[in-house]
């Protein structure tokens, strides 16, 4: 009985074994089975994005970068294809030092190009593919490809260089690419999803000038391309791809004739001219000098280039036409004389005694030695630049009244050209003394500061640009236009041409009158008055007025003598000028630095400019040379016709899609040329007589 009990306790037990079995076998399954729902129909989608990603890897496809043309279709930025070779840190079985060591047993790697590559790895991650060397030849490519098999993580690729075919030409209006660096990275997430998307695999943005202002358009639209992969992350096949979209052509309003025409004849020196269409505000020219080499930036500049231009005294990287201000000098006496006739100060007959001087306050405010002196009304004074004219006028406004009439021309304000970095200048007056200087015995207005705000002089710093706009303004009867350098855009897809709309006008309400009689003065100045030697035998009637401006102050006392100065100490050379006379169709204003007297060393420049534009004539090569020197008055000879230089060598449409020689880069496909280098210039002896 016992034993009976005994087996029926251990069959019970047994049951509770199996019981509690099954349940936790049926748990589990019912887990098992629950997980699998949940992986199969709550996150399948998800988990089949997944693993379609781990089957395919999608690829931004870069898109080429837009052309940059002149206005007659002059390619001014290309694109060529070239071989490079890069290594992927992350993926290197050994040391990067000794992988570049052996590699450079290979193909020719120089000190300069391990600098650049540490500069590159320093500013990236160590997963990014960088180039060591780029522009390889076709042997280069051979030798490599042979023994790939021994450098995994460096490999070859085929990329699209940026190329500017004219080098130093225009190079601060055209701007450069460089590689993207950290700061532009973090700016960029403050871009929209759409705009931080399009920019997936681009590695190189516009750096300034056009190509920065405009780099939207150059860029284009990135395409995508779907490849499957092995487990490895190696590619296996192509299984879609969406093709990216070229960049749109970009055209200026620059003559690049013109602009080498003037950059010509700056030779060495340094300044600014800017040249616009008075009716439109498109910029005709737009030249600083010195100049650099855009194509320096475009792999990343070396050490001893970037030394070279960013401590050289001449300072190249600064684009003088747009940042660089200087005081107008006496081609502030037009406006003047503008503002006296608007404001009823002044009479144009009314007569002021220049006897070579203006005492104020117990201070001599002088005038050349050269000056004639005498009565002067207004007309007279503009066209001989009487200073002890402007000097009373400026004494009999005020600085307030100065003011409120320059800045709607646009003296010391910003005028909207269409390329980034301009600067105001300053146009003083009482508000801008006190926010400028800190203590109050020096936020204090005195009235003798004044008076040589009337010769331009003084406070005053403006820019070419502004001088030129203003210049434009006063040859169209007071109506203002704001610069424009981007005229239109070329639809890479559909070749369609848009124009871009100019902002509207700004009539300054300028008395016809008064305006006549202002540019009969400056008519007068280049015939009978400080620039009339340099415009004789001109085949059109300008207007112009001469300028020179102190680079330092030179005391009361002393006297000024330019080769007791410095270079870079001596006064500056400007000119403003207008033409034709009667219906200008250009205008401009330019700066040769420490030249000296503004009829010698910047009103040829116009001549030349006006020359070339208005009758299609390139001065011959020693005219070239005088101009260089401040020795040209009249063309030197027989001018040629425009026709007959040669350069640039093709233009129109054809000139967008054609080379304009054919050059090549090895291991590139053919790039678009490189100008022919400058005829030798020889020296020419006409003088003229220094003049203000």
């Known amino acids: 009985m016992t034993e009976l009990r005994n087996i029926e306790a251990d069959l019970s037990r047994f049951r509770a074994r199996v019981l509690v079995a099954s349940l936790v076998v049926l748990a589990a399954f019912l887990l098992l089975a629950s997980r699998l729902v949940y992986l199969q129909v709550v996150r399948h989608e998800d988990l089949d994005e997944q693993a379609e990603s781990n089957r395919t890897t999608i690829v931004p496809i870069v898109p080429n970068r837009g052309l940059i043309l002149d206005r007659n279709g002059i390619v001014l930025a290309t694109n060529y294809s070239a071989y490079t070779l890069e290594i992927t840190p992350s993926k290197l079985t050994r040391g990067l030092e000794p992988t570049i060591d052996e590699l450079a047993q290979v193909v020719d790697i120089q000190h300069r190009d391990r600098r650049r590559f540490k500069k590159l790895l320093d500013e990236s991650r160590s997963f990014e593919s960088l180039p ?31 190329s500017y075919p004219w080098g130093e030409l225009a190079s601060h209006v055209i701007g450069y690419i460089g590689r993207i660096n950290q700061n532009e990275k973090n700016a960029m997430d403050d871009w929209s999803d759409e705009d931080q998307g399009n920019y997936r695999g681009t590695e190189y943005i516009g750096k300034l000038g056009v190509e920065q202002s405009f780099e939207k358009q150059l860029h284009g639209i990135t395409g995508v391309e779907q490849v499957e992969t092995s487990a490895g992350g190696r590619a296996v096949r192509k299984l879609a791809s969406i093709p990216a979209t070229p960049g749109n052509t970009v055209i200026l309003s620059i003559d690049i004739k013109l602009q080498k025409l003037v950059e010509d004849m700056f030779g060495e020196r340094r300044g600014a001219l800017v040249a616009l269409d008075p009716k439109t505000g498109q910029v005709l020219a737009f030249v600083s000098k010195p100049t650099f080499d855009p194509n320096l930036f475009v792999e990343g500049i070396d050490v001893e280039n970037w030394q070279m231009l960013n401590e050289s005294l001449d300072k190249p990287l600064l684009n003088r036409a747009l940042r660089g201000t200087y005081p107008p000098g006496s081609t502030y006496k037009p406006f003047m004389a503008m503002a006296a006739l608007q404001s009823g100060k002044r009479s144009p007959t009314a007569i002021i005694n220049d006897p070579g001087f203006f005492m104020f306050g117990g ?15 207004m007309n007279r004074a503009i066209v001989e630049s009487s200073n002890v004219y402007f000097y009373t006028l400026a004494n009999e406004m005020g600085v307030e009244a100065i003011h409120d009439f320059m800045a709607p021309l646009g003296f010391g304000q910003v005028t909207g050209i269409d390329i980034n970095g301009e600067v105001r200048g300053v146009l003083p007056n009482q508000a801008w003394k006190r926010s400028y200087y800190r203590r109050p015995e020096q936020q204090k207005w005195y009235a003798g500061e004044t008076i040589s705000l009337g010769i331009g002089q003084g406070y005053n710093s403006f820019t070419m640009l502004q001088l030129a706009q203003a210049t434009a303004a006063l040859a169209n009867n007071g109506i203002k236009h704001k610069p424009q350098l981007v005229i239109a855009t070329q639809d890479s897809v559909t070749r369609e041409r848009e124009t871009l709309p100019a902002d509207p006008p700004v009539d300054l309400g300028f008395k016809p009158e008064n305006v006549a009689i202002v540019r009969k003065a400056l008519v007068g100045v280049t015939q009978v008055g400080t620039s009339a030697r340099v415009f004789t035998g001109a085949g059109y009637l300008s207007g112009g007025k001469t300028g020179t401006a102190q680079a330092v102050t030179i005391g009361q ?12 100490q001596r006064d500056h050379a400007l000119y403003i000028a207008f033409a034709p006379a009667e219906d200008p169709k250009i205008a401009l204003a330019v700066i040769v630095e420490n030249a000296g007297f503004g009829a010698a060393h910047a009103a040829p420049i116009a001549r030349r400019v006006f020359d070339y534009w208005l009758l299609g004539q390139y001065p011959n090569d020693e005219d070239l040379a005088a101009v260089r020197k401040g020795q040209a008055a009249a063309p030197i000879g027989k001018p040629r016709n425009a026709a007959e230089v040669g350069w640039p060598p093709g233009s129109g449409a054809a000139a967008a899609t054609a080379p304009l020689a054919t050059p090549t ?13 400058p005829a030798a210039l020889a020296v020419a002896t006409a003088a003229v007589p220094a003049s203000r």
């Open 132 to 162: 060591i060397r780029t522009r390889l030849t076709d042997e280069e490519v051979a030798r490599f490809a042979a023994q790939r098999y021994r450098f995994p993580g460096v490999e070859i690729k085929a990329r699209l260089f940026r």
């Open 363 to 377: 201070h001599r405010f002088g005038s050349p030695e050269n000056e004639r002196g005498g009565p002067m009304d």
């Open 665 to 677: 880069v090895a291991g590139a496909a053919p790039a678009t040329a490189t100008p022919p280098a």
């Open 557 to 568: 006392k002393d006297k000024y003598n330019a080769a007791k100065l410095a270079e870079h």
